[in-house]
């Protein structure tokens, strides 16, 4: 589907074609610019979160190891 920012310029394509694929890009590029950063930061986030899961789960293990050992002696 065609953005409604550049929907006027495909109606008269025939006249100059090129502008029509210049401004696509264009907008596109824009709309890049716009979401790189909110991605980089979500990313960001991922990563702590990811993180602070592994410390989680590296605490539960010893937990875990430290009851079976309890138990055994």
Known sequence: EIP????RFFQGR???PYSALFLGVAYRAKCYNYLKPR????RRIAA???KK???WKHI???VA???DNSIRK
């Open 4 to 7: 409604p920012i550049l929907h």
């Open 14 to 16: 025939e006249k100059c």
């Open 39 to 42: 991605a980089e930061e979500e």
């Open 48 to 50: 702590k979160e990811k």
């Open 53 to 55: 899961q592994g410390k």
């Open 60 to 62: 539960e293990r010893e």
């Open 65 to 67: 190891e430290a009851q």
